[in-house]
């Protein structure tokens, strides 16, 4: 019976994961505004969010407007500035943030300004931000921003957007401006940052993957066999180079070196429990419980040890909700052949769509800890991002909140079972 109750857990999580079903991550809620305001910049529509793990604040006004007409540190309490800013207020704390829309300046391009304010309003310090920004009208403005760029932690926060005309027309009486505009018009609005991560992905198109599209030009560097001692070195190329890669792990070396793949931005790919040939499904699915229980995140690719495969274990990998994905460029650093070997076998053979297989684990893998800084630079050079498989093969990843990992220790009769046998009889159990 507690074999029956495991399995159909699973099978509801996996179920889960496979359909989205998991909490939304693009909280806010749109605030509207009547025209209560003269000047270009009264606002009409204002929306703070979060998609993925990414801020995005959108506003709409009643005219156009040039973002280089835009003062990005103004003192918002003062009638002869122009400004879009939004202000920011965590529950708790006294200090507010200010984020402003602005023109470039000094060589700088960034056109989005983050501040923090004092008492009065004033400007304390502030610093230009990266963010992408959309005009899809002269009347609308996007950003899209990483939260800790602007100091922006996980919590609840109040906040309020603020905008300025400026002119003759827009003096009132008493040196008041009949230009400025609030949203809300009382009080403030409520957002929630949440701290997220990818849990899953959508499996979609035919098995199995020897590469990707060719178009755009994209690269996948793969990493089989960890974790293991070599796992963190890599990570810091990656990262150290802004490359991206995937990483198949087998389920009785999952660790919270795992955890720290998925923290650092990377993908999980399940790779069988023991390493054995023809993986069994009950290898497969105890793989994606190890990795879940530790980062939170389901597989959706599997690979095959040795990339051999057969119909049953495509289709076993496929009931489980994973694309079974291969290679088509080995560079052979299982073999220990040097790392000026492993770097020109892979820039050689590299093309648009490529899926490289490389090993973090299963022996020294210093040399190809070396050569991957090497073999980074020069596809970059040649025009290529390095992306996960997931977004080489158009899958869709599923966020979720950050949960603390929780245990879900792998079934008894799989750790005692004989590499990829099937799971006992309830009678057996």
Same mark, same amino acid.
């Given at each position: 019976?507690?074999?029956?109750?495991?399995?159909?857990?699973?099978?509801?999580?996996?179920?889960?994961?496979?359909?989205?079903?998991?909490?939304?991550?693009?909280? !806010?809620?749109?605030?509207?505004?009547?025209?209560?305001?003269?000047?270009?910049?009264?606002?009409?529509?204002?929306?703070?969010?979060?998609?993925?793990?990414?801020?995005?604040?959108?506003?709409? @006004?009643?005219?156009?407007?040039?973002?280089?007409?835009?003062?990005?540190?103004?003192?918002? @309490?003062?009638?002869?500035?122009?400004?879009?800013?939004?202000?920011?207020?965590?529950?708790?704390?006294?200090?507010?943030?200010?984020?402003?829309?602005?023109?470039?300046?000094?060589?700088?391009?960034?056109?989005?300004?983050?501040?923090?304010?004092?008492?009065? !309003?004033?400007?304390?310090?502030?610093?230009?931000?990266?963010?992408?920004?959309?005009?899809?009208?002269?009347?609308?403005?996007?950003?899209?921003?990483?939260?800790?760029?602007?100091?922006?932690?996980?919590?609840?926060?109040?906040?309020?957007?603020?905008?300025?005309?400026?002119?003759?027309?827009?003096?009132?009486?008493?040196?008041?401006?009949?230009?400025?505009?609030?949203?809300?018009?009382?009080?403030?609005?409520?957002?929630?940052?949440?701290?997220?991560?990818?849990?899953?992905?959508?499996?979609?198109?035919?098995?199995?993957?020897?590469?990707?599209?060719?178009?755009?030009?994209?690269?996948?560097?793969?990493?089989?066999?960890?974790?293991?001692?070599?796992?963190?070195?890599?990570?810091?190329?990656?990262?150290?180079?802004?490359?991206?890669? @995937?990483?198949?792990?087998?389920?009785?070396?999952?660790?919270?070196?795992?955890?720290?793949?998925?923290?650092?931005?990377?993908?999980?790919?399940?790779?069988?429990?023991?390493?054995?040939?023809?993986?069994?499904?009950?290898?497969?699915?105890?793989?994606?419980?190890?990795?879940?229980?530790?980062?939170?995140?389901?597989?959706?690719?599997?690979?095959?040890?040795?990339?051999?495969?057969?119909?049953? &274990?495509?289709?076993?990998?496929?009931?489980?909700?994973?694309?079974?994905?291969?290679?088509?460029?080995?560079?052979?650093?299982?073999?220990?052949?040097?790392?000026?070997?492993?770097?020109?076998? &892979?820039?050689?053979?590299?093309?648009?769509?490529?899926?490289?297989?490389?090993?973090?684990?299963?022996?020294?893998?210093?040399?190809?800890?070396?050569?991957?800084?090497?073999?980074?630079?020069?596809?970059?050079?040649?025009?290529?991002?390095?992306?996960?498989?997931?977004?080489?093969?158009?899958?869709?990843?599923?966020?979720?909140?950050?949960?603390?990992?929780?245990?879900?220790?792998?079934?008894?009769?799989?750790?005692?079972?004989?590499?990829?046998?099937?799971?006992?009889?309830?009678?057996?159990?």
């Amino acid at each position: 019976m507690r074999l029956k109750l495991y399995f159909m857990a699973a099978g509801v999580l996996a179920a889960s994961v496979a359909m989205g079903v998991v909490p939304r991550i693009a909280a !806010g809620r749109p605030q509207s505004d009547p025209r209560d305001a003269r000047g270009r910049l009264d606002l009409r529509k204002v929306n703070v969010a979060q998609v993925q793990r990414s801020m995005r604040v959108a506003v709409d @006004t009643s005219g156009g407007f040039r973002l280089s007409a835009l003062n990005r540190h103004p003192d918002t @309490t003062n009638p002869k500035k122009r400004f879009l800013c939004l202000h920011l207020h965590r529950f708790g704390r006294k200090r507010t943030r200010q984020l402003c829309f602005g023109a470039r300046s000094n060589g700088d391009a960034a056109t989005l300004a983050y501040a923090t304010l004092k008492p009065d !309003g004033s400007v304390r310090s502030w610093k230009p931000i990266d963010a992408s920004i959309d005009r899809p009208t002269k009347h609308s403005v996007i950003a899209r921003f990483n939260p800790r760029r602007a100091d922006l932690d996980p919590g609840k926060y109040r906040w309020r957007f603020l905008s300025q005309s400026t002119g003759t027309k827009c003096e009132g009486p008493q040196g008041t401006n009949i230009c400025f505009d609030r949203v809300p018009n009382h009080g403030a609005a409520g957002f929630k940052l949440e701290r997220v991560q990818p849990v899953g992905c959508r499996d979609s198109g035919g098995s199995p993957r020897f590469n990707g599209p060719a178009h755009p030009k994209r690269i996948a560097l793969t990493f089989d066999d960890g974790p293991s001692s070599y796992t963190p070195a890599i990570l810091n190329v990656l990262q150290r180079h802004h490359a991206k890669g @995937t990483f198949f792990e087998i389920g009785e070396q999952v660790s919270s070196e795992s955890r720290a793949v998925l923290e650092a931005g990377e993908e999980l790919g399940n790779h069988s429990y023991h390493h054995e040939n023809d993986p069994s499904r009950a290898s497969m699915a105890a793989t994606n419980s190890r990795i879940r229980s530790v980062s939170g995140f389901t597989p959706c690719l599997f690979r095959p040890p040795g990339g051999a495969y057969n119909s049953r &274990v495509v289709a076993d990998a496929k009931a489980l909700g994973m694309t079974t994905v291969i290679w088509n460029v080995d560079p052979r650093d299982w073999s220990t052949p040097g790392s000026g070997a492993i770097y020109s076998r &892979v820039v050689s053979a590299a093309r648009p769509g490529a899926i490289v297989i490389m090993h973090d684990g299963g022996g020294n893998r210093s040399q190809t800890v070396a050569a991957l800084p090497r073999i980074i630079r020069t596809l970059r050079d040649r025009g290529y991002r390095l992306v996960t498989v997931s977004k080489l093969l158009h899958q869709r990843m599923i966020w979720g909140p950050v949960r603390r990992p929780f245990e879900l220790r792998t079934p008894r009769w799989f750790l005692n079972s004989p590499a990829g046998s099937a799971p006992p009889t309830e009678k057996e159990e």
